[in-house]
């Protein structure tokens, strides 16, 4: 078996075509590994045999059988066209467009609550945007109700939808949703954005108060389905459903040989921040996975929500109770439901805490690429010597240098305390494959305050 933190490029195989959707068809979960052996081969004669110049059908969406409660390798990586970035107002908006495929909604805490979101129709695309505030380069990881609104030729197509909060193992955050398209052509998009109601500090802080509206065009034709669905990178069937992530993708059109595809092990440094520089601008080509990949629309520079690395936060790191000392790797955080869970208390004299007593930054990430855990509510109890000496609601924040994290004001706690973070309800968001059993089931985060 091979370790999912070590995969390399000869691990994948790229398939294109209509041979993409023979392929997906014969590695189905759940298919008979004897027929699958013998009819797989048969498909692929088939296949090679069939034209390729119009394609129309989105491929199989492969599933890993009985995936584990916790963040997964899928089956494939995605194959995707990033458009030009869109500025407007504070932010800036890049449009991703990918194959209609399944994802899961969550709406509660356990395994229950999760449904399975299915394309209505083949044809037509997964539309995809992430935002970021233009002067910070913090991705906005919150739903506060945009809007979508597509036209053909000046004719509205379809109602106006909401698109749904997302995280994705190669994308991080985004907001998205399958659209079904009645015919090829170009199609504008518009996007409203509502202002943010959610609580905004640091660079943030007074901004982003404002509703803002983005157009942009696609083609959608067979040049764009041949991209999207011969584009599909299929792992090794050996890590499907093993520990681990993808790593994020290069924005572009994902699915050339411009990238590896390396397996995300927690220790990347392409998405540091640190209180000078948020990681957001300014990447190195030959340390940033962003960079140096390009469309047909030209170089595109989209940030990764990655949240910033442990040493990047000030104050004192809260520590598990069982541990002698603070982390230095995410994997090493507590953890609830898969999440692991930075918590740091800074001093009165921090701009957090505006002389008001200690402020508790609760900061809840993936384990691998470091996403934020959106959409939340975490309470807080302190314990001292088996006597309840605090207890309050952790707020949602977006700061502008350690993105968004709960936080909340306490007047007493000191060295020696016993920490417990409270899940109230987990991470409202929906998830692409490889995180739709993660992050439901999240028993309490228990921490120590250090001696400092």
Same mark, same amino acid.
């Given at each position: 078996m091979q370790n999912p933190t070590t995969i390399d490029r000869r691990t994948f195989v790229t398939r294109t075509g209509a041979v993409a959707g023979a392929l997906a068809l014969a590695g189905c979960a759940g298919t008979d590994e004897d027929d699958a052996e013998t009819d797989g081969d048969d498909d692929l004669e088939e296949a090679a045999d069939e034209p390729t110049d119009d394609v129309e059908a989105v491929p199989e969406f492969i599933e890993v059988e009985d995936p584990p409660d916790a963040v997964y390798v899928p089956t494939h990586r995605e194959a995707m066209r990033t458009l030009e970035p869109v500025e407007t107002g504070h932010v800036a908006i890049a449009p991703m467009l990918s194959y209609p495929h399944p994802f899961w909604i969550v709406a509660g805490g356990d395994e229950e609550s999760v449904s399975r979101e299915e394309p209505e129709e083949a044809r037509g695309v997964h539309l995809m945007f992430t935002v970021w505030d233009r002067e910070t380069g913090v991705v906005l990881p919150v739903d506060d109700g945009a809007q979508l609104r597509l036209e053909r030729d000046g004719e509205g197509v379809g109602s106006p939808r909401s698109p749904w909060t997302m995280i994705s193992q190669e994308m991080g955050f985004h907001f998205g949703d399958n659209v079904t398209l009645p015919e090829d052509g170009t199609y504008t998009v518009e996007v409203e954005l509502p202002p943010l109601s959610t609580r905004l500090t640091g660079d943030l802080e007074g901004r982003l108060d404002e509703s803002v509206t983005a157009t942009f065009e696609f083609e959608y034709d067979d040049e764009f389905r041949q991209t999207v669905v011969g584009g599909i990178e299929y792992l090794d069937e050996d890590v499907w459903g093993e520990r681990g992530a993808l790593e994020p993708m290069e924005h572009g059109d994902h699915g050339s040989d411009d990238h590896?595809?390396?397996?995300?092990?927690?220790?990347?440094?392409?998405?540091?921040?640190?209180?000078?520089?948020?990681?957001?601008?300014?990447?190195?080509?030959?340390?940033?996975?962003?960079?140096?990949? @390009?469309?047909?629309?030209?170089?595109?520079?989209?940030?990764?929500?990655?949240?910033?690395?442990?040493?990047?936060?000030?104050?004192?790191?809260?520590?598990?109770?069982?541990?002698?000392?603070?982390?230095?790797?995410?994997?090493? *955080?507590? &953890?609830?439901?898969?999440?692991?869970?930075?918590?740091?208390? *800074?001093?009165?004299? @921090?701009?957090?805490?505006?002389?008001?007593?200690?402020?508790?930054?609760?900061?809840?990430? %993936?384990?691998?690429?470091?996403?934020?855990?959106?959409?939340?509510?975490?309470?807080?109890?302190?314990?001292?010597?088996?006597?309840?000496?605090?207890?309050?609601?952790?707020?949602? %924040?977006?700061?502008? %240098?350690?993105? *968004?994290?709960?936080?909340?004001?306490?007047?007493?706690?000191?060295?020696?305390?016993?920490?417990?973070?409270?899940?109230? &309800?987990?991470?409202?968001?929906?998830?692409?494959?490889?995180?739709?059993?993660a992050f439901l089931e999240m028993p309490p985060v228990e921490f120590r305050v250090p001696e400092e």
């Open positions: 590896d595809g390396h397996v995300d092990d927690g220790h990347d440094d392409h998405h540091d921040h640190s209180d000078d520089d948020h990681g957001h601008d300014d990447h190195d080509d030959e340390d940033d996975g962003h960079d140096g990949h @390009h469309d047909d629309h030209g170089h595109h520079d989209v940030p990764y929500s990655a949240l910033p690395e442990i040493d990047d936060y000030p104050g004192t790191i809260l520590v598990d109770p069982d541990a002698g000392a603070a982390p230095d790797d995410t994997r090493d *955080l507590p &953890s609830s439901g898969e999440a692991r869970f930075l918590a740091t208390l *800074l001093e009165s004299d @921090h701009r957090l805490a505006d002389d008001e007593g200690h402020y508790l930054l609760v900061s809840p990430r %993936t384990p691998y690429n470091r996403v934020p855990l959106a959409d939340m509510s975490l309470s807080v109890t302190i314990d001292r010597d088996g006597t309840v000496v605090d207890e309050t609601t952790l707020e949602q %924040t977006i700061d502008g %240098t350690y993105d *968004l994290h709960y936080g909340a004001v306490l007047a007493d706690v000191e060295a020696g305390d016993t920490v417990t973070v409270e899940i109230e &309800s987990p991470p409202q968001v929906a998830r692409h494959q490889g995180y739709e059993t």
